[in-house]
């Protein structure tokens, strides 16, 4: 028996027998309990969590958004939809209260990891008093995995050495398979198995998409866990970079919404509105909030753009739908086990509300967002290139406009932690075998805090006290399960903070107070928090928050705004922090850096590296010095390469020539080459880069040289100011992603790199400072 063990000290203590030792194993007083597996009480479900990137309450059908979700439909309809259910408005705090049962700040994620600071609430680690739902399962006898994204893990820990504290398999995955960071190319994806970097399986020409591999992967898992454990219950943690930008969609996917946007994101918002009445995901007798001001009407969009911004929508509303269909592959091999029934199946449809970093006119290249170089993206520009949107020739975002129509009926977007349309996300929970109710809605208040206390709940486990010899730190949420069979069950979770980014509310016993101190529209203007202008909203008779109350209530106003400081002060959120530049400065910000100096010497083997493994080369002057071994023959492919389609550089050999490659975004490919054929042999091949200076996105001239002796040079006309993707990893030997230049006979170099040096010399030209505050403020948002 399982039920008598007690469960508050993970590991559970081992018993150690007492009683004499017999000398002869024959006698027969020599008799010992047999050894029994770790299982948690009986009972104990399987639990599949699902997790959507960027979806907003009104995208899926299943809320009465345009975007088909059959999948989503169905477990609704034989389940639970609960309306009121929160996240925390970006991707890395959410994550991090999902998994831990405590507010962002309580457990260091008070913003994304890439923007940590030193500040208690900000150090983007989490504490190892606050052990994850994962770890809790695993220690009492589930089979755990992830896949997908984590974005968890402190940048500084980014490296293929670690360390791995926090990554998936030391946070109580038994299996992880996905990426770390915010966001991966689908067709090109830096994937990770465990801890080590790995390729996918096939190209996109042979129909590779990352969504489609994760779920593969998913069956593979629950296959081998159900044939060699099926004892064993099994919490299995699904976390797509869907619906996150870049939106790849798959062809054969691509025109299923051929002209159903053509009519504009205020006509789709309306007509989500009227579903979402009908399906009562909201109040019949509620009201649509208005447009933001910096948001225009559908009619005021020039003519010329609104084909382009229609085919964004078309193409992120397919990717929504396929990731869908993905899911529920996933959720059809489990009911192909015969396991349906006792598994507690959890999708929350979005990790913030739907992302409004596009800008007004989206991207082709969402990595121009971050830069601000609105004059390259014109609209002729994006006509151009509109055929292959969401193709892997392609990075694309969508607009501003069709994010704010994917939150109806709330204002705002992601970030915005203000209102429910920076965090109000639909919840689907199925379970056949432990809730009675079918089909019907729930309308009780509730945070992402609140999922790993269920889950302990539905599995009969308590919260563990200890942890791996560390007193827990209190969990924050409490458990949803009393809301199963009880639709009118009293709220338990009465009081909820919310904040990001400066943006902050309150949620006291239906009231909101609330202040958008940092939004998506960049002409709406940013004052200091003493002067933030705050809204009040009665969401027991306003659901919206449509009508603002502020004048009629100020006494009521007041009273919440105490309250707000007081949860601040409770949970680390304090001090709040709206810089910029600083915390895009790690050492501004406080916080360690993989690659320092001047000199970085990197060597075959070390894996796919990510930018903050690689020292910075941006806006400044700068060489690449490689030792090579050129065979006899000559030699093809690539010596060293940093980024991909998306922007980045490359060192290769071409017809036995040295050549140099730099793509700027994907528009502007510069290529310098040498007059013949390396000579074979051991040399030191070279690539100087003397930057014109002048502010930043600069050009620069560049000089190829072998063994000290210059044998060619050219031209940059402009360079990228800011990181290339975040997903486009430096390598040695090959380009194995989307590749720098398709001029590349092969990517893999036939020669051999014995190590890769780069350099920024002594006085060399340094533009880098000259970054905008509002630059690498979007350089990290735009990731997450």
């Given at each position: 028996m399982t039920n008598h063990i007690s469960r508050e000290v993970l590991p559970i203590p081992g018993r150690r027998r007492v009683g004499p030792a017999m000398y002869d194993s024959k006698d027969p007083d020599a008799r010992y309990e047999p050894i029994k597996p770790l299982l948690p009480p009986k009972g104990a479900p399987n639990i599949l969590l699902v997790l959507l990137d960027d979806a907003g309450f009104g995208s899926s059908s299943a809320f009465g958004g345009p975007c088909r979700t059959p999948t989503f439909e169905r477990l609704s309809n034989n389940g639970l939809r609960y309306t009121r259910f929160h996240t925390t408005a970006m991707c890395s705090p959410t994550r991090q209260a999902l998994l831990t049962g405590r507010n962002h700040h309580s457990v260091g994620m008070g913003t994304v990891s890439d923007m940590a600071t030193a500040a208690p609430g900000y150090t983007s680690q989490r504490p190892n008093s606050a052990a994850t739902i994962a770890e809790a399962l695993r220690l009492n006898g589930y089979s755990t995995s992830q896949f997908g994204k984590c974005h968890e893990v402190p940048t500084w820990e980014w490296s293929p050495m670690g360390p791995f504290d926090r990554w998936p398999t030391s946070s109580g995955f038994e299996y992880f398979y996905g990426f770390i960071g915010g966001e991966t190319n689908q067709f090109y994806p830096s994937l990770i198995e465990g801890t080590n970097p790995v390729m996918p399986d096939k190209t996109p020409e042979e129909g590779y998409h990352l969504t489609e591999d994760l779920a593969e992967k998913a069956c593979h898992w629950i296959g081998q866990q159900r044939a060699l454990a099926p004892d064993k219950p099994f919490f299995l943690y699904f976390a797509p970079g869907a619906t996150h930008a870049p939106i790849h969609v798959p062809e054969g996917w691509r025109d299923r919404y051929r002209g159903a946007f053509d009519k504009g994101w205020d006509a789709v918002r309306d007509e989500t509105f009227s579903r979402q009445k009908q399906l009562g995901v909201v109040p019949p007798d509620c009201d649509l909030t208005a447009r933001p001001q910096g948001i225009p009407a559908w009619l005021d969009i020039p003519d010329e753009m609104k084909t382009v911004l229609a085919r964004q929508m078309e193409l992120y509303a397919a990717f929504l739908e396929h990731t869908d269909y993905c899911i529920g592959?996933?959720?059809?091999?489990?009911?192909?086990?015969?396991?349906?029934?006792?598994?507690?199946?959890?999708?929350?449809?979005?990790?913030?509300?739907a992302s409004g970093e596009g800008t007004i006119n989206g991207a082709w290249n969402e990595s121009l967002t971050m830069t601000g170089m609105t004059d390259v993206e014109t609209p002729e520009f994006l006509r151009e290139r509109l055929a292959s949107f969401g193709t892997a020739a392609s990075y694309p975002q969508y607009s501003l406009g069709w994010a704010h129509a994917m939150d109806a009926p709330y204002q705002w977007t992601k970030r915005v932690a203000s209102h429910w349309g920076g965090t109000r996300n639909g919840l689907i929970v199925n379970w056949p075998?432990?809730?009675?109710?079918?089909?019907?809605?729930?309308?009780?208040?509730?945070?992402?805090?609140?999922?790993?206390?269920?889950?302990?709940?539905?599995?009969?486990?308590?919260?563990?006290?200890?942890?791996?010899?560390?007193?827990?730190?209190?969990?924050?949420?409490?458990?949803?399960?009393?809301?199963f069979d009880n639709p009118a069950a009293p709220d338990r979770r009465a009081t909820q903070y919310f904040e990001m980014l400066g943006n902050r509310g309150i949620y006291h016993k239906g009231w909101t107070a609330i202040t958008a101190h940092n939004t998506p529209v960049p002409a709406r203007p940013q004052r200091d928090f003493e002067n933030d202008i705050w809204e009040l909203y009665d969401t027991n008779t306003d659901w919206t928050q449509a009508h603002d109350l502020a004048r009629e209530y100020p006494e009521k106003?007041?009273?919440?705004?105490?309250?707000?400081?007081?949860?601040?002060?409770?949970?680390?959120?304090?001090?709040?922090?709206?810089?910029?530049?600083?915390?895009?400065?790690?050492?501004?910000?406080?916080?360690?850096?993989?690659?320092?100096?001047?000199?970085?010497?990197?060597?075959?083997?070390?894996?796919?590296?990510?930018?903050?493994?690689v020292i910075n080369t941006r806006n400044k002057s700068h060489r690449v010095t490689a030792e090579v071994v050129v065979p006899a023959g000559g030699c093809e492919g690539v010596i060293v390469a940093q980024g991909g389609f998306p922007g980045g550089w490359s060192i290769y050999a071409k017809e036995g020539r040295l050549k140099y490659c730099y793509n700027f975004y994907g528009i502007d490919s510069f290529h310098v080459e040498t007059a013949g054929p390396m000579p074979a042999g051991k040399h030191l091949v070279r690539m100087d880069f003397d930057y014109d200076g002048g502010g930043v996105a600069g050009g620069g001239s560049v000089r190829l040289s072998i063994d000290d002796r210059r044998v060619g040079g050219g031209r940059v006309g402009r360079t990228q100011p800011l990181p290339f993707a975040s997903d486009e990893p430096l390598e040695i030997g090959s380009d194995n992603g989307s590749h720098v230049t398709g001029d590349y006979t092969v990517h893999e170099f036939t020669g051999e790199v014995n190590w890769v040096e780069i350099e920024i010399p002594i006085g060399a030209m340094d533009d880098d400072s000259e970054i905008s505050f509002e630059q690498r403020l979007r350089a990290a948002l735009v990731k997450e």
């Open positions: 592959r996933v959720v059809d091999m489990i009911e192909s086990l015969g396991e349906p029934g006792n598994t507690l199946i959890w999708i929350i449809t979005g990790d913030n509300g075998a432990g809730i009675r109710s079918r089909c019907e809605i729930r309308r009780q208040f509730h945070h992402v805090i609140d999922v790993a206390p269920t889950f302990l709940e539905v599995a009969n486990l308590p919260h563990p006290l200890i942890v791996n010899g560390i007193e827990q730190q209190p969990v924050e949420g409490v458990s949803m399960a009393y809301t106003l007041r009273e919440l705004q105490r309250l707000f400081l007081i949860e601040a002060a409770r949970h680390n959120v304090l001090p709040l922090d709206d810089r910029a530049a600083e915390r895009a400065d790690p050492d501004l910000a406080g916080r360690p850096v993989l690659s320092k100096g001047r000199r970085q010497r990197l060597y075959p083997g070390i894996g796919r590296l990510n930018a903050f493994c």
